[in-house]
């Protein structure tokens, strides 16, 4: 997907200044004083850590309605892109496919119809190595949301865009299909081999 991402797009078309195009937004993390923020909560909470996972479809914590008065966490929708900004995971980037809010180490970048979804976050993702470069200081990177604006990113057609997507769509079923199958491989070798044990055993015990 990377090398067709290059072969579609690099040097073909302008560039665009991200903060001029869509809009970004950071979360924010509720206090740990008040387990009530957290307990019996059901509102999806995204910590930067999970931007690992590429496409986001599930998140491990939750918080509550009070979670999100009481702080800067806010909903982010489905289809943003997500960029890790501190620590080990900066510059990671990922794509939201749930409602969520997100921690405060955490860039949202929405929709918008300029953009396809599954563009944007190609885009932003290629950009890794230029947002740690823009960082200062010692120790882990810290990537602020001035950094995510002023990323320039290729203005590609969207007729173009939704190809890219359509290919990116075809190749997540190639290994869907793919995962399935090795899934099922070893499930097979995995009773052979018990199948096989099993028999071992049996024939043992009659000799003795």
């Known amino acids: 997907v990377k090398s067709r991402f290059v072969e579609m797009f690099a040097g073909k078309y302008e560039t665009v200044k991200l903060g ?3 809009k970004t937004t950071s979360g924010g993390t509720p206090s740990r004083t008040h387990p009530e923020y957290y307990e019996k909560g059901s509102i999806p909470w995204l910590t930067s850590g999970e931007v690992n996972a590429g496409v986001i479809t599930s ?3 939750y918080i509550t309605e009070a979670a999100m008065e009481n702080s800067s966490a806010k909903m982010v929708p489905a289809n943003s892109v997500v960029v890790a900004m501190y620590g080990a995971t900066a510059g990671v980037t990922g794509l939201l496919r749930l409602n969520t809010t997100t921690n405060q180490a955490v ?3 929405l929709p918008n119809e300029r ?3 599954e563009y944007l976050y190609y885009a932003v993702a290629s950009k890794k190595d230029w947002m740690i470069s823009q ?3 010692g120790g882990q990177p810290n990537i ?3 950094i995510i604006r002023s990323m320039e990113i290729i203005d590609a057609p969207l007729e173009l865009q939704n190809r890219f997507a359509a290919f990116v769509a075809e190749v997540d ?3 869907f299909r793919i995962q399935k199958s090795l899934s099922t491989s070893r499930k097979l070798w995995t009773m052979t081999r018990i199948a096989a044990i099993i028999n071992m ?3 043992t015990q009659r000799s003795l």
């Open 20 to 22: 001029n195009v869509a």
């Open 144 to 146: 602020s949301q001035g």
């Open 115 to 117: 953009f396809v979804p």
């Open 173 to 175: 079923k190639s290994k």
């Open 135 to 137: 960082c200062q200081g």
């Open 107 to 109: 860039c949202s970048i």
């Open 59 to 61: 998140v491990k914590n």
């Open 201 to 203: 055993d049996f024939f």
